[in-house]
C-alpha cells in the first residue's frame, strides 16, 4: 500500500494536512513556554544563588582555630558548644556527622564545667540509663531528669532557658564522648559546619510575596496555576481550529 495514500496514518512531527500542522505548532508553543518557565527559573536560581553563612556559623570561624588547638577560652568554647547544637538541632544529619557534633559538644560542655565536671557527667549518665530503659517518652521520670539536665547545662554553654534548642540539648550529649574531642572528629565537624551552616541565597529566595518566600510561590503556586492556564489556551484555541476548518466534534 502507498503510504502517501493511507488516510490513518497520522504522525504528530510529521503533520499531513494544514489542520494537523497548527496543532503541532500550538502543542510545541505550549510545551516551550512551560519548559522555560520551569527550567528558566532553575536556572535564574542558580546563577543569582551566592553561599550565605546563619549567623551562627560567624561564632563557628572565630573559635574553631582556637577550640582546635585547646586554647579556647571559655566564651569561645560557649560559641564552638552553640553551634554544634545549632547543627544538631537540624531534622537531617548524616550519622556520621551526627556522631562527630555529639562528641563535639559534649566535650566541650565538660570543658566548660569546670569544677561541676562531677555533676554534669552523672546527670548525663543518669539521663541515658533512663532513655534505654523507657517505653514512653512521656514518662515523668524520664522527662524531670531531661528537665534537670537541661536546666543544668544550658547556663554553662550560655544557652537561655527560652532557646528551643534547650529540648535537644539533653538528646545530644553523650557520657562515654566527654574526655576527648578526636582528631577525625574535628576533620568531621570542620567540614560539616560549612555542610549545614551555608546556604545558597538570592533576590528569588529572600523576596517576600504575598506572605511567601518568592521562590516557594513560584513552584508550589504560579507553576500549577499556569499549567491550568495553558490547558485552557489549548482547548480554546483547539476549538477555534476546528471552527477554521470545519471539524465538529
Not at 512551560?34 to 570561624?61: H, R, S
Not at 550529649?173 to 538570592?202: G, P
Amino acid at each position: 500500500m502507498d503510504d502517501s495514500k493511507n488516510e490513518f496514518h497520522i504522525s504528530f512531527f510529521r503533520p499531513s494536512t494544514e489542520h494537523a500542522r497548527i496543532n503541532r505548532n500550538m502543542v510545541g508553543w505550549l510545551v516551550l513556554i512551560w519548559a522555560v518557565a520551569i527550567f528558566g527559573f532553575q536556572i535564574a536560581l542558580y546563577v543569582l544563588e551566592e553561599p550565605t553563612p546563619e549567623p551562627v556559623f560567624e561564632k563557628f570561624e572565630s573559635s574553631w582555630t582556637k577550640v582546635k588547638s585547646n586554647q579556647a577560652t571559655d566564651a569561645e568554647m560557649q560559641d564552638f558548644s552553640y553551634a554544634s547544637l545549632s547543627v544538631l538541632s537540624k531534622v537531617f544529619i548524616d550519622t556520621e556527622d551526627k556522631t562527630a557534633l555529639s562528641n563535639a559538644l559534649s566535650w566541650s560542655v565538660y570543658q566548660l564545667a569546670g569544677s561541676t565536671q562531677g555533676e554534669v557527667l552523672a546527670a548525663i549518665q543518669a539521663f541515658e540509663t533512663s532513655a534505654a530503659t523507657i517505653t514512653d517518652i512521656t514518662d515523668e521520670s524520664y522527662q524531670q531528669q531531661k528537665k534537670e539536665l537541661s536546666q543544668l547545662v544550658s547556663p554553662i554553654i550560655g544557652l537561655s532557658s527560652n532557646d528551643v534548642r534547650t529540648t535537644i540539648l539533653p538528646l545530644a550529649l553523650e557520657s562515654s564522648s566527654v574526655y576527648e574531642f578526636s582528631e577525625k572528629n574535628k576533620s568531621i565537624v570542620e567540614q560539616a559546619m560549612s555542610t549545614y551552616l551555608i546556604h545558597n541565597q538570592s533576590v528569588l529566595t529572600d523576596t517576600q510575596f504575598l506572605g511567601f518566600p518568592f521562590h516557594y510561590f513560584y513552584t508550589a503556586v504560579f507553576l500549577l496555576i499556569l499549567f491550568i492556564g495553558l490547558c485552557l489556551i489549548y482547548c480554546i484555541r483547539t476549538d477555534g481550529i476546528n471552527a477554521k476548518f470545519n471539524i465538529a466534534d
